[in-house]
């Protein structure tokens, strides 16, 4: 038995020069805030209070690679320090680990250990050294790695990692052996026994091992980079996002799975196969009757953990047909994900089993089940077949891409958004999809606009697909003008999507939110943010002004005063997109109006920030749909945080709770987040 010891390669010897006074070769950013280098102590290595002086100098090994590398200062700024900025470099960040053949190590026959696998079962003896660098960097580092450090991850890790890949799978290797799921007998209406108990597993299903073995076929082998095309890739991720991600916890089968699917996404992002105009959707019937009649030889364990009885299916079907198709639909007239997508998911497997397993995460988030192993099995199986299908790049695709996107979204931490939609964004840019091109591509592609909108919300970031990519016109008056065309009043409502994108988009550039992942190079002077910002709050507002009936309120009841418990107006809207569509361009103004250049006088006056704050908060507690309802957690707070009278606190408060009881989707967070920024209600 043999083991490789990683270490670094700024590691002992180096700092034995470092504690020698010699300083080289370590590549690590000096400390100079410590005694040893300067003016403060003399001579005879005392301070001048008599006290010994530490000895060599403190060094870090957190300074980006440059500074590490030209033996200078880093301030750890990121995603750019100040010594790049100043150099004009590229900064990079990371951590540079080798092996080296001299630090390998083997234990003598006569260890007990080895006597011990010796007199064992008699399995086979054959093991096999693996260079996992990149795997430890990406565990290590909870950020994508700049493309600049790519070509030395490969050199590094590349052959160790293809010749496990092309390795077969030896029995008594150590891989974690999938578990037993077996199905309960499922009552009608009852969300409690839809649940798949899982004997001889863990008490805590988020700390289950892996069905997946770690170097199996289709396992994530590779270091997501940020590629050259798709800049918009995460780079960072928060520690918060990480500790408190939902059912995605470290070491969770859903996080292995989502790691290995966003991988792959990524990976046929990037891939330079022909693009899918030319190539034809490949129906997978056949695949699909394979798979029904458990011919296939892959996917066995997959599909017996996540096998269904027919009541059991058919309490899925129906609550995603009744509930949640219409989340998704809410600004889609031709509802394609309740009529279309069930339809095409009879001949793509895959398709069929991200929908059921999106449908079962509802209704465990619902009833607020501990157990949730009935979604899992259907998301791992979903994710199984889907990564076999990605090549393809079809519209089928794509739709269980989405699919599981919601799946995320309903069940992670807001604030790792981003990780669960860049895989998605990668590919609609990489399959050219526009929010013009029509059918089920366009509603797509505005589903999966609308979450990254709010995830730009919640985080205070561009949106991951850039804005001049939504409807590929050369400026935002030709967007506009292709979105007008179409003349229907569910793309009016996408219009002020576009539209509160837009303003996102600005206010990142400008500066004038928290930019954690931009540069200060990309900030607009004043000049040009005073002459973006007239003409975007004009387009805006022309929004409002123009509206077609359909998007206009049904009934307005303006609020008395009197009644403590209803300190908001009633507003009335006939349908999704009206609803939502209102309740995003109140979003947008107030945000435009926050942040208004001080040389800039309108006329005639537009309305206050209080009153489209009020107006938010009527729309979330006036319309009961419920897809509007998972669209406002964000400008619920953005409203929230102008209210200042305790009963506009309850009633905010009370439509958080609702939409969380009634949905499912989590919106406790924000409502804690009120809290915080209120202070005391009773005061």
């Not at 390669?9 to 040893?36: I, L, M, V, W, Y």
């Not at 991720?237 to 996080?255: E, K, M, N, R, V």
């Not at 791992?380 to 090549?391: E, K, N």
């Not at 909108?453 to 400026?475: A, F, N, Q, Y």
């Amino acid at each position: 038995m043999a083991a490789m010891r990683a270490r670094a390669s700024d590691s002992s010897s180096r700092e034995e020069d470092s504690n020698h006074g010699t300083g080289t070769g370590t590549g690590e950013t000096p400390d100079h805030t410590s005694g040893g280098g300067g003016g403060g102590c003399g001579g005879d290595g005392k301070e001048a209070d008599g006290k010994l002086a530490s000895v060599g100098k403190k060094r870090t090994r957190t300074g980006c690679l440059n500074c590490r590398r030209k033996r200078r200062k880093c301030d750890e700024k990121k995603p750019t320090c100040e010594g790049c900025i100043s150099r004009q470099e590229a900064c990079e960040w990371g951590v540079k680990l080798s092996f080296r053949p001299e630090n390998a190590q083997s234990m003598s026959e006569a260890h007990p250990s080895m006597r011990l696998a010796a007199a064992g079962s008699g399995r086979c003896g054959t093991f096999q050294i693996v260079d996992v660098t990149s795997e430890v960097i990406r565990d290590y580092i909870e950020e994508a790695v700049p493309d600049e450090a790519l070509p030395r991850l490969e050199r590094s890790g590349s052959r160790s990692l293809k010749s496990v890949q092309d390795a077969p799978i030896l029995p008594g290797a150590g891989h974690a052996i999938p578990h037993t799921v077996t199905p309960t007998a499922l009552e009608a209406g009852s969300y409690a026994s839809i649940s798949m108990p899982t004997p001889g597993s863990t008490s805590d299903p988020m700390t289950a091992p892996t069905t997946t073995p770690p170097f199996a076929p289709g396992a994530p082998t590779t270091v997501v980079t940020d590629p050259a095309g798709f800049p918009f890739l995460s780079p960072q991720i928060s520690s918060d996002a990480t500790s408190d991600d939902g059912i995605f916890l470290p070491g969770s089968q859903y996080l292995e799975l989502h790691a290995q699917l966003r991988n792959r996404i990524i990976d046929t992002a990037r891939s330079t196969v022909p693009s899918r105009l030319g190539t034809p959707d490949v129906d997978d019937t056949e695949l699909h009757q394979r798979f029904d009649d458990g011919v296939g030889t892959d996917d066995d364990e997959s599909r017996r953990l996540a096998a269904l009885s027919p009541e059991q299916e058919y309490i899925l079907w129906q609550n995603y047909i009744g509930e949640v198709a219409g989340w998704i639909d809410n600004f889609d007239i031709n509802r394609h994900f309740e009529l279309v997508l069930p339809v095409l998911a009879k001949s793509h497997s895959h398709l069929k089993y991200a929908i059921l397993a999106l449908s079962a995460r509802q209704m465990e988030r619902k009833e607020q089940a501990l157990d949730y192993s009935c979604s899992l099995a259907l998301y791992q199986h979903a994710v199984h077949l889907l990564s076999a299908a990605l090549h393809r790049r079809t519209t089928a695709v794509l739709a269980s891409c989405i699919v599981l996107a919601v799946l995320e979204m309903l069940s992670c931490s807001p604030k790792a958004w981003r990780r669960h939609l860049d895989g998605c964004a990668a590919l609609i840019q990489a399959l050219g999809l526009s929010g013009a091109c029509g059918g089920l591509e366009q509603a797509l592609f505005w589903v999966f606009a609308r979450m990254d909108v709010c995830g730009g919300l919640i985080s205070s970031e561009r949106t991951l697909i850039p804005m001049h990519k939504w409807m590929l016109g050369s400026d935002i008056l030709l967007d506009i003008a292709m979105m007008e065309a179409q003349d229907t009043f569910d793309m009016y409502a996408n219009h002020v999507v576009y539209l509160l994108g837009r303003v996102i988009e600005l206010l990142c550039s400008s500066g004038k939110w928290e930019q954690r992942h931009h540069r200060r190079s990309d900030l607009r002077d004043m000049v040009d943010y005073t002459t973006e910002w007239s003409q975007l709050f004009e387009l805006v507002e022309s929004w409002y002004r123009n509206r077609p009936e359909e998007v206009k309120a049904l009934l307005v009841i303006p609020s008395d005063g009197h009644d403590p418990t209803k300190p908001f107006p009633t507003l009335l809207y006939g349908n999704g997109p009206a609803t939502s569509g209102n309740q995003m361009y109140h979003t947008a103004a107030l945000l435009m109006l926050k942040h208004k250049p001080a040389r800039v006088h309108l006329a005639p006056k537009p309305r206050s920030m209080l009153w489209h704050a009020r107006q938010i908060c009527a729309i979330s507690i006036s319309n009961a749909h419920h897809g509007c309802w998972t669209n406002s957690t964000q400008p619920l707070w953005i409203a929230g945080q102008h209210m200042s009278h305790p009963s506009e606190h309850r009633a905010i408060l009370e439509i958080y709770g609702r939409i969380e009881r009634v949905t499912g989707w989590a919106t406790r967070w924000r409502a804690d987040d009120l809290r915080h920024y209120w202070g005391n209600l009773e005061e």
